[in-house]
């Protein structure tokens, strides 16, 4: 952790006139008035029904937001610049991993799209409520399609395409997806990643889903099933695909997505957010820590598969007005200095990555970052895990010459909006994700849910509703309760441990949960050891997280094999595809070891704190609990 004391005062250039320049009279006054403050917020929106109230609390922890409002996220994220003078401006820029093709969309452009995919979608029979799974790679028709879902009211659930088929089989039809949008493949560093091959095992046995749209995008063959399979480009000529389609006006509380993610159970988790609260979070969050202007190119970098890909690369940015930007590949093919180059070619004024990135190409030296005019940054943001200081001060000064602020902003799935982080005329603390958001009060407590003084590490939690909350998990009302509200009844635990310094600043230190942070990836022990025992020669097996340089964290794996199957190389090597192929390449165990036995408590609870012990050659701490 760095220097506690270690304060970079805000420039200029980077603070006057930002949105949030008078942030401790907004945090104040949020303090005092949340409902009013939010009310402030929402009303920069529009709504074509009034809400009559801001908050309902009166069944927590389901909290409602500007209820009996009516809206659209799409009425605020396309529908309400093509009619000012947005209309030309740029939305969505997109650029291709081989480097050679450019996808401009203005707002006006941007729109035709979305009708036209709605159209299509209603075409189908996707309605109102409808679940919607989208397995796309960064291409622009990503953003199409989830906006085309929130414009009819159906309910998308983007599965990150780096899953796998099992993965995304069990996401379909818990979700009971009644159609699936794809692509024929992704490029992956010059290659083809065979997307349509896993929704064909995916969907062979699933009960629901009735028709898959494919778009064409690497030119691989694939299978098309006749009577279910149906290419993007043959139904855009159709005349399903024409005419004008209305963005349906919805109740505030209506469902906008739900999204996968990690949790302590092998079971995904499907986190709910809604329309109304949803919007008026990611905006607000978006314009005030990075202060959207006009004329900024704005670009994270995260997938859309990913929550910040959902508020960052879709929504925030559109609901905004600004030009959001949208590159296919990633940071090191085919040089490390592909980011950088992209950055200088469209003049990026906004650039939001992950730490675990940061690292990945300083390893490569500053002479890749130096050959570019990297002058337009005018923003940093950092997002998914701890930034270390090494990694901040290289970021701070190779990247962004020494003017740019960073804001590491601290949020979750569920939280679907920062919850931590600086504003640019806020003093900043490199490794301190800053302060919590205005409306929020941020607790450290310990396990028995009492304040901690500053300075000592214990669980992060928060104290007051903020519109863009998760609202449930699809179909589990009990399981939100169990996870999230039940601990410290009345607050909602983040399952991150943290601690406040005496300014107020906070610094969180990791998971502390059996949910491991793999490049910036959320991952659950569980889903690594169920993709691992599900290879027949294992019979159990464990997956801890243990630090590592680059990743943040690296998986490392005990597995018993069953009789007759010996440990080695070759099996390791197997084992390690296997967990790609059932699971997700970002899955793979660093280091596999064969044990006789795991440690387990006399409940048969595996105890993972004694081997990440083991694997670092640390105290096991108290061993009264094993079971021998
Ligand atoms: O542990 C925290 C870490 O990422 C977790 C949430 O993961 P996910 O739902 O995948 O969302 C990631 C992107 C919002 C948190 O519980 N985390 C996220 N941002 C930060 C962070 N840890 C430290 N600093 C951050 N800025």
């Excluded at 729109?111 to 790679?137: C, S």
């Excluded at 199409?144 to 309910?155: E, I, R, S, T």
């Excluded at 793999?518 to 599900?534: C, D, I, M």
């Excluded at 440990?567 to 390690?576: K, Q, S, V």
């Amino acid at each position: 952790m760095s220097n506690e004391r270690e304060i970079y005062e805000p420039s200029p250039e980077s603070s006057t006139g930002s949105w949030a320049e008078n942030w401790e009279a907004l945090r104040d006054h949020a303090a005092h008035d949340l409902e009013g403050y939010w009310a402030e917020r929402a009303s920069e929106l529009v709504w074509s029904k009034p809400w009559d109230r801001v908050i309902d609390d009166s069944n927590k922890p389901f909290f409602k937001w500007f209820v009996g409002g009516e809206t659209n996220i799409v009425t605020n994220a396309v529908d309400r610049h093509i009619t000012g003078p947005r209309k030309n401006k740029l939305a969505l820029l997109w650029r291709s991993e081989d480097n050679r093709e450019t996808r401009t969309f203005s707002y006006f452009s941007l729109n035709r799209e979305v009708v036209k995919m709605a159209n299509i979608l209603k075409a189908m029979g996707v309605q109102k409520g409808d679940r919607v799974t989208i397995y796309l790679p960064r291409i622009p028709e990503v953003v199409f399609a989830m906006l085309a879902c929130a414009k009819l009211g159906a309910v998308h659930s983007v599965v990150f395409a780096g899953f796998s088929a099992d993965a995304l089989s069990s996401r379909i039809d818990d979700s009971e997806s009644k159609l699936v949008i794809t692509a024929d493949g992704s490029w992956i560093n010059g290659n083809v990643f065979p997307l349509k091959d896993i929704v064909d095992d995916a969907v062979r046995f699933s009960p629901t889903v009735e028709n898959v749209i494919v778009v064409r995008r690497t030119g691989s063959e694939v299978h098309m099933d006749n009577t279910r399979d149906h290419w993007y480009h043959d139904l855009e000529s159709l005349p399903i695909a024409r005419g004008a389609c209305e963005t349906v006006q919805l109740d505030s509380e209506h469902p906008l997505y739900i999204l996968y993610t990690s949790g302590s159970t092998g079971k995904p988790k499907a986190i709910l957010h809604t329309h109304g609260g949803y919007m008026v979070g990611t905006y607000t969050t978006l314009k005030h820590t990075f202060d959207i202007r006009e004329e900024d190119r704005f670009w994270c970098t995260a997938d859309a598969g990913w929550v910040t890909g959902h508020s960052y690369v879709v929504y925030g940015p559109l609901l905004t007005g600004a030009t959001t930007f949208m590159y296919e590949g990633g940071p090191t093919y085919p040089h490390p200095d592909r980011w950088w180059e992209l950055i200088e070619h469209y003049g990026i004024t906004t650039f939001y990555t992950a730490p675990t990135a940061i690292r990945s190409l300083m390893r490569f030296g500053d002479a890749w970052v130096n050959r570019h005019d990297l002058s337009s940054l005018r923003l940093l943001g950092s997002v998914g895990e701890p930034i270390n200081p090494a990694a901040w001060e290289w970021f701070y000064d190779v990247v962004g010459g020494g003017k740019a602020p960073i804001m590491d902003t601290w949020w979750q799935t569920e939280t679907g909006m920062f919850q931590i982080t600086g504003v640019p005329a806020m003093p900043q603390k490199p490794g301190s994700a800053g302060m919590p958001v205005f409306g929020q009060d941020a607790e450290i407590v310990d396990e028995h849910g009492h304040p901690v003084p500053d300075g000592t590490e214990g669980f992060l939690t928060l104290k007051n509703p903020w519109p863009a909350m998760a609202r449930t998990l699809y179909k589990d009302d009990q399981r939100f309760i169990d996870t999230y509200w039940s601990t410290y009844p009345g607050r909602y635990m983040t399952g991150d441990s943290a601690k406040r310094d005496e300014d107020g600043y906070f610094w969180i230190i990791g998971r502390t949960d059996d949910v491991i942070k793999v490049s910036g990836h959320r991952l659950g022990t569980a889903e690594v050891e169920a993709a691992t025992n599900s290879h027949r020669a294992v019979s159990e097996s464990a997956a801890i997280g243990i630090p590592h340089e680059v990743k943040g964290n690296a998986i490392h794996s005990y597995v018993v094999l069953n009789q007759g199957y010996s440990g080695d190389r070759d099996l390791i090597e197997e084992l390690r595809a296997h967990i790609a192929q059932h699971l997700s390449p970002i899955a793979k165990p660093d280091d596999i070891e064969f044990v006789d036995k795991l440690p387990k408590t006399r409940s048969g609870k595996i105890m993972r704190r004694v081997l990440r012990a083991r694997a670092l050659g640390q105290d096991e701490g108290d061993l009264s609990t094993l079971d021998e």
